[in-house]
């Protein structure tokens, strides 16, 4: 547990800094509100899914290293190139959000018990008008069970798990087993 403590406070140092260095790095206020909202969410899944993981046993905290390590390296391609302008970083940015999100919603259903694999897909609000921007509005998912297992989730506890885990009307949420 004090291992654990330790490294949950390390990665919060290093996300809190590495946010800190992204915002001073970054050229204008549009990139730098899209950059900072993708950071900003990163930074709270980071803090949030370890405890998540100790209060229930179905996450791991590999699920979130191997959720976090694949984010910093998409960041790291973002910014390589200085050469990029700023409609090719704001699609970059976009397509490194879906990505996290497509992939923290396979993690987040793959550890529901009696699921043993899921694919997703999401389409977000992309109207820059207003506060909604980047917010989930439909989640497409298929799973399989895992045929070992006797008891099985319905879809529909799948769908509510899912809508109440990523705050999406259930409506909106799409379950299917392959």
């Known amino acids: ?15 809190s800094i590495t946010l800190t260095l992204f915002e001073s790095l970054l ?3 549009e990139i730098k509100k899209t950059c900072m909202f993708v950071g900003r969410l990163i930074f709270v899944i980071s803090v949030l899914i370890p405890v998540v993981g100790l ?15 694949y984010s910093i390296e998409m960041k790291e391609d ?9 409609e090719v970083q704001q699609q970059l940015i976009e397509n490194l959000y879906y990505e996290n999100t497509v992939n923290l919603i ?7 018990p009696g699921i043993v694999n899921c694919k997703a897909d999401v389409i977000l609000d992309k109207s820059q008008d207003g506060s909604t921007y980047g917010m989930i509005r439909k ?9 070992t ?30």
């Open 55 to 69: 209060i229930n046993n179905g996450w791991s905290v590999d699920l979130w290293q191997s959720y976090y390590e």
């Open 149 to 178: 297992k006797t008891k099985k989730p319905t879809t529909e506890q799948i769908q509510f798990k899912i809508s109440e885990y990523f705050e999406v009307d259930s409506e909106y949420v799409y379950v299917s087993v392959m």
């Open 106 to 112: 396979e993690n987040y259903v793959n550890h529901i």
């Open 139 to 147: 989640i497409v998912v298929s799973v399989s069970y895992d045929k």
């Open 78 to 86: 973002v910014f390589e190139s200085s050469d990029f302008n700023n």
């Open 1 to 15: 547990m004090r291992e654990f403590i330790y490294q949950w406070v390390i990665i919060i140092l290093t996300s």
């Open 27 to 29: 050229p204008n206020d």
